[in-house]
């Protein structure tokens, strides 16, 4: 006879989990495993939501396995180490982001790029060894001390968590794909928990930026508060569309300089939302990049005739690996970067998620999980 998730590891823990499409949460027992020669045990304080969380929550990718404790955005102190653990002590602020574990000889492995692993292991909803993973909306996680992370003492715990999902995930293209040049001009598409920290990132990197929004409320927001230099309302024709006659003169490379085309160097799309990715390519000028870090739940129509007329490169990224997260958070603590929270408790967290489904937060949901279960 199977164990219960309360019974199959040795360590009772104690959180929050859906168990099946409505994608409503609730108090779930399980267990972790114990604290292993490499592992670095921590307490949870605080844990971001972000989209993913509520995707897989929902089974909106096809891939859950129920019950699913979500949670990747994990922010904690370290409670006990192994032997073999040389880099944390007992009392360390830490962070957990997306991955608990890789095959770590592989070549992406080597090349400290764990997150493109073809053994990557989620911190929630994967199977490792023989158990499922669970994560950070829960009091306490086991994890291998290669995908601990170091938090920088001058930020706060719990506007930082979400670092460890947003932050990267924007980071790590924007210095892949080399955007990152002074003076350059960078369209951020869509001003939620990724699109904020983007233009954050920007601003350090000395970028020129323009929020690209369908929300003409989020304006202020972003020029007055977030720093961004302009504001374009993505549902406005006359300044996101070509003219009728767009063929002709994208093949000649003449745009409509009274409108917003042509003007940007890089765009970094965060929104994950089905949309069509021909006003953000008509945005870019020539050589221009679109880099794509959302994940709509359907394909996007991608069209051949402006990226070839313009020279233009569409590519996408995965969040980073250790290396480079720790690279973000030093950065971030460097730069004085977090992300604009919400904080929550626990049982607040199904009308977050509802709200969360209609882009109602600014910009990120963290759950306050220390003080949540603190009667435990």
């Known amino acids: 006879m199977a164990k219960s998730p309360e019974t199959e590891l040795p360590l009772k823990a104690f959180g929050w989990a859906a168990r099946d499409t409505s994608g409503t949460l609730s108090p779930f027992h399980f267990s972790r495993r114990e604290n292993g020669d490499d592992d670095v045990s921590l307490q949870i304080l605080f844990c971001g939501v972000c989209h993913s969380d509520l995707h897989t929550a929902k ?3 096809g891939f859950t396995t129920y019950p699913v404790v979500p949670g990747h955005e994990i922010v904690g102190v370290v409670t006990n180490i192994g032997n073999n653990v040389k880099n944390f002590k007992v009392g360390d602020k830490v962070g957990v982001g997306v991955m ?9 492995c080597q090349q ?14 994967s199977g490792y060894q023989g158990t499922r993973t669970q994560g950070g909306y829960s009091n306490f996680v086991v994890v291998h001390q290669r995908y601990v992370l170091r938090f920088p003492e001058n930020l706060p715990l719990d506007a930082g968590a979400p670092l460890l999902c947003a932050g990267i995930t924007v980071y790590s293209p924007m210095k892949y794909y080399g955007m990152t040049e002074p003076g350059k001009h960078l369209g951020v598409a869509g001003l939620g928990g990724l699109g ?17 929004s369908g ?15 302009f504001f374009l309302l993505s549902s406005d024709p006359a300044k996101m569309k070509l003219s009728s006659n767009a063929s002709e003169l994208l093949a000649r490379a003449e745009y409509r300089r009274e409108t917003a085309m042509g003007t940007m160097d890089y765009i970094i799309d965060t929104i994950s939302a089905v949309h069509s990715l021909v006003p953000l390519l008509g945005l870019l000028k020539l050589n221009g990049k679109l880099v794509t870090v959302g994940l709509p739940s359907k394909p996007l129509e991608l069209p051949i005739f402006p990226i070839v007329a313009g020279r233009k490169l569409v590519g996408g990224s995965n969040f980073g690996g250790i290396k480079e997260t720790q690279e973000m958070l030093n950065f971030c603590g460097k730069h004085n970067i977090t992300a604009d929270i919400e904080l929550i408790k626990m049982d607040q967290i199904n009308t977050a998620m509802e709200r969360l489904s209609k882009s109602d937060v600014k910009y990120r949901f963290v759950i306050d999980v220390a003080n949540s279960f603190s009667s435990l």
């Not at 904020?196 to 690209?212: D, Q, R, S």
């Open 100 to 108: 608990v574990e890789s095959c770590k000889e592989c070549e992406n």
């Open 215 to 229: 929300s003409p409320s989020k304006e202020a927001e972003a020029i007055d508060k977030l720093g961004a230099d």
């Open 112 to 125: 400290d790029l764990e997150s493109y692993c073809p053994k990557v292991v989620f911190t929630y909803n």
């Open 59 to 61: 089974n909106d990718w």
């Open 196 to 212: 904020h920290v983007a233009v954050k990132f920007a601003k350090a990197f000395g970028l020129k930026v323009t929020v690209i």
